[in-house]
């Protein structure tokens, strides 16, 4: 049985201009670990500045959430991309939002890939590895957030980086442990209840019912509440109520 203690991280910072996405200062508020666009599928310097100094404010965790270049497809879109190009767009991405930390008195603590990079990296071993080796190369002593149980944790693991296994709420399992894709039905988990129950049927036995009955070994280190989905805020606050009743311990990572 896993430890009754998990991280809930939030993907946030992704407006950008004149445009807003998510309530970021509120989640901020119920989560212990805030991974922030850095301007290739969302977010801008105003907005990662912003939203690093009211993380750190709350004593939240500060991530960097490195995507593909693509603002239009809110990074969402899988593109033909070699793991030397992953890697320069990783370490551009992360070094920015390590300087904003810097900047206000802190420190970046870890990297989560977004959207399309991140799935394209659970199950691409040279993808994988280019991500890792980016965070390695910018600095060592932050840790990588994945998909639990993917190539992206064997990569981490592989080049000595703290891999944290990460598991959703929101989202539902295939039965090879990967997240349903988006555009199929049932892929998105709307009921906070349903929810909880996975998330609580994750970190107290370490396994996941998938969309088609088989229940999926998981290790449960973080769990990502999706900033920009409709009714964000009051999906958090349910998830994190439910599981502190529960008697799961919430902390950062």
């Not at 939030?10 to 445009?19: F, I, L, P, Q, V």
């Not at 901020?28 to 850095?38: E, F, K, R, W, Y």
């Not at 990297?111 to 980016?134: E, P, S």
């Not at 060592?140 to 998909?147: D, E, V």
Request: charged fraction near 20%; proline fraction near 3%.
């Amino acid at each position: 049985m896993t430890a009754r203690r998990i991280d809930l991280n939030c993907d946030m910072g992704e407006g950008y201009g004149a445009w807003t996405m998510g309530d970021d200062l509120a989640l901020l508020d119920h989560v212990t670990s805030a991974n922030i666009a850095c301007g290739f599928h969302a977010g801008d310097a105003m907005t990662m500045q912003r939203v690093v100094a009211a993380a750190f404010a709350r004593g939240v965790h500060v991530g960097a959430h490195p995507s593909l270049p693509d603002l239009q497809g809110f990074g969402r879109r899988v593109m033909r991309v070699s793991p030397a190009e992953v890697h320069a767009m990783v370490v551009y991405q992360v070094g920015a939002l390590a300087a904003f930390a810097r900047a206000a008195g802190g420190k970046l603590s870890h990297v989560k890939a977004h959207g399309a990079l991140y799935n394209m990296a659970a199950q691409d071993a040279a993808l994988a590895d280019a991500i890792a080796r980016a965070v390695r190369d910018v600095d060592p002593t932050l840790a990588l957030f994945g998909l639990a149980g993917s190539l992206q944790i064997a990569a981490a693991e592989q080049l000595g980086l703290r891999a944290v296994s990460e598991v959703f709420a929101d989202r539902s399992y295939q039965d090879d442990g990967s997240l349903t894709p988006r555009g199929q039905p049932g892929a998105m988990i709307e009921d906070a209840e349903v929810a909880a129950a996975q998330v609580r049927r994750m970190v107290e036995q370490g396994s996941v019912r998938a969309v088609g009955g088989k229940d999926v070994p998981v290790r449960a280190d973080t769990l990502c509440i999706h900033g920009d989905q409709p009714g964000a805020l009051a999906f958090a606050r349910k998830i994190r109520t439910a599981l502190e009743d529960a008697g799961i311990d919430i902390r950062a990572v």
